[in-house]
């Protein structure tokens, strides 16, 4: 079975514009979870999404916004982006939304200019 | 809030021998789960091991194996035998068992690079 998938795996943009990151979960696998790793930290929680709704949010600001589809795969969106959004952004599913271990992707690069 | 703190950024072992990477934690609460996830160069996040906190036996898996102190807030990861694919960064994580806020997220701590000396 295919693991969790990420798209692109790297992206190059600019200060002010926007950015869609993509995510297919393990086949079966219902809930996803978003985090982003600043070179040299470990990873922090943004978003979790079950069975299409969002269920937490991390200390994020507004610009960061996601959603999950009917198949459970997921979108991370980040509006007005600035230098520090530069990070490695993980996607992670589990089997339901109280799903113990979360399996990661691996991941998308982006680094914002 | 839960915090994970590993205090080693680096450690070195030399292959075939035992390391052993520190990790503690705060949290108020009785039950969750703790986690050792490695992240190679190639950047995925791979779960290495999994302790459940009414578990008072340790987890091991093969090689892996932890040191679980509930009363002292500590999670030790022992690699035995230490092969040159164990060099990554390893992170330790906390999961509440309780949905405070509706989500089960991970907190990780910064993360210990490891490197194998052949």
């Known amino acids: 079975d295919a693991g969790v998938t990420q798209s692109p795996t790297h992206l190059i943009k600019t200060r002010g514009q926007q950015v869609t990151l993509r995510c297919s979960p393990i086949?079966?696998?219902?809930?996803v979870s978003w985090y982003q790793q600043v070179l040299g930290q470990g990873p922090q929680f943004i978003f979790q999404?079950?069975?299409?709704?969002?269920?937490g949010r991390g200390n994020f600001p507004d610009r960061f916004s996601a959603r999950q589809f009917p198949n459970y795969s997921s979108e991370l969106n980040v509006n007005a982006l600035l230098l520090g959004d530069s990070a490695l952004y993980l996607c992670a599913s589990t089997l339901a939304g109280s799903g113990v271990t979360q399996y990661f992707g691996p991941g998308t690069r982006l680094l914002v200019l | 809030a839960q915090t994970v703190t590993q205090s080693q950024p680096e450690m070195s072992v030399q292959e075939a021998e035992t390391v052993t990477l520190s990790c503690t934690y705060d949290?108020?609460?009785?039950?969750?789960?703790l986690f050792w996830y490695k992240q190679p160069p190639s950047r995925q996040m791979i779960l290495v091991i999994r302790?459940?906190?009414?578990?008072?036996q340790n987890a091991t898996e093969n090689r892996f194996s932890v040191n679980f102190q509930k009363a002292a807030k500590s999670f030790s990861l022992k690699i035995s035998d230490s092969q040159l694919g164990d060099a990554a960064m390893y992170f330790c994580a906390y999961r509440s068992a309780y949905s405070g806020a509706g989500s089960y997220q991970l907190t990780f701590g910064k993360g210990t690079k490891l490197s194998v000396i052949p």
């Open positions: 302790q459940e906190a009414y578990k008072q």
């Open positions: 086949s079966g696998h219902k809930s």
């Open positions: 949290t108020s609460e009785s039950d969750y789960y």
């Open positions: 999404y079950y069975e299409k709704e969002e269920r």
